[in-house]
């Protein structure tokens, strides 16, 4: 299943990685590990990772040449679809694989390896990795450390309900006997408390419609928290305890657009990506997102979710 992936590697001297802007941890980890596999186990390729924006964790950065990514492989790793490529220079590559775990947008690449079953791209490298058609290649320690991570954020310590037995059997061969999973659990999810405060304080906004639990944050909200609108989204998990809640969000103002960008999180049952869709975004069943709303919009998309919340 995995072999044409691997003769196309085999093929090229150099590997371009691609992933999402604002990337999150799937995306970054994804790259890193995909990058050490490749010089661990090919020393003569020579790959980089592509993308502007940063991440807070491992704020991992390349200046890559055009020159570099002209007539390399590359492959986009956690991105549904072109668009949302962190660099436009994907077109300068000669070939493209896409490997990802959201329901496909669209199936850019020449080859594409698509799962949506898979709780994180990382859960799915990890299984190319460790498939019979790679048996050959060593997966070392700080791959498996990148790969682990990039789960970890994805399956929200493995709590999300995209976990299945697969990924924690995966999550099981990345660990071992040599990592200590605490240890990668603090380095992902510990914030400083600064960080904390502010979290505490947009707490605060809360808003509650049916069993729907939401923040609704325009400029001046983002301005008084002072956080970005991705930075607000980004904390959109810490609702999802809350009992009563079916369905959470946060939706917040882009200080670019000035219209509104969505992030929705809905418990085992309860769809939100159907209405994303409808709305002009997409995702997965349970986790979607919607950019560039209008407030008429917003108020619209309350109202749905607040009644699907409670079907
Ligand atoms: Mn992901």
């Not at 001297?13 to 970054?28: E, Q, S, Y």
């Not at 020159?67 to 436009?88: C, M, P, Q, Y």
């Not at 320690?141 to 037995?165: H, P, Q, V």
Request: proline share 2%; charged share 25%; hydrophobic share 35%.
């Amino acid at each position: 299943m995995f072999k044409e992936l691997l003769d196309t590697l085999k093929s090229y001297k150099k590997i371009t990685l691609f992933r999402h802007a604002n990337p999150d941890g799937d995306a970054i980890f994804s790259c890193l590990g995909f990058k050490q596999f490749i010089n661990d186990n090919f020393p003569d390729k020579e790959i980089h990772i592509c993308g502007n924006d940063t991440y807070d964790i491992n704020p991992y950065h390349e200046d890559v040449e055009d020159d570099f990514i002209k007539g390399s492989l590359g492959i986009v790793l956690d991105t549904a679809n072109l668009e949302r490529i962190d660099d436009g220079r994907i077109n300068l590559c000669d070939k493209t694989v896409k490997i990802d775990h959201h329901p496909p947008l669209s199936n850019y690449g020449d080859l594409n390896i698509v799962s949506k079953e898979s709780a994180a791209c990382s859960e799915l490298l990890t299984e190319i990795f460790c498939s019979d058609e790679f048996n050959e290649y060593e997966v070392s320690l700080k791959t498996r450390e990148y790969l682990y991570c990039g789960i970890l954020t994805d399956s929200m310590s493995f709590t999300t309900s995209s976990t299945t037995a697969k990924t924690l059997k995966l999550a099981g061969k990345l660990v071992g006997d040599d990592i200590n999973v605490s240890l990668l659990n603090d380095y992902v999810f510990k914030v400083k408390l600064n960080e904390f405060e502010k979290i505490t304080k947009l707490r605060t906004y809360l808003k509650v419609n049916n069993r729907f639990g939401y923040l609704l944050l325009d400029e001046n909200d983002l301005k008084d928290l002072d956080m970005s609108s991705s930075d607000a989204k980004n904390n959109v998990a810490e609702f999802k305890n809350v009992e009563e809640f079916n369905i959470w969000g946060v939706i917040a103002q882009n200080e670019q657009t000035h219209l509104y960008d969505v992030s929705l999180r809905s418990r085992l049952g309860h769809q939100v990506n159907e209405t994303a869709i409808r709305f002009g975004g997409g995702g997965h069943v349970n986790a979607s997102g919607i950019k560039n709303l209008t407030y008429e919009q917003v108020k619209e998309l309350v109202l749905e979710i607040s009644t699907n919340s409670i079907k």
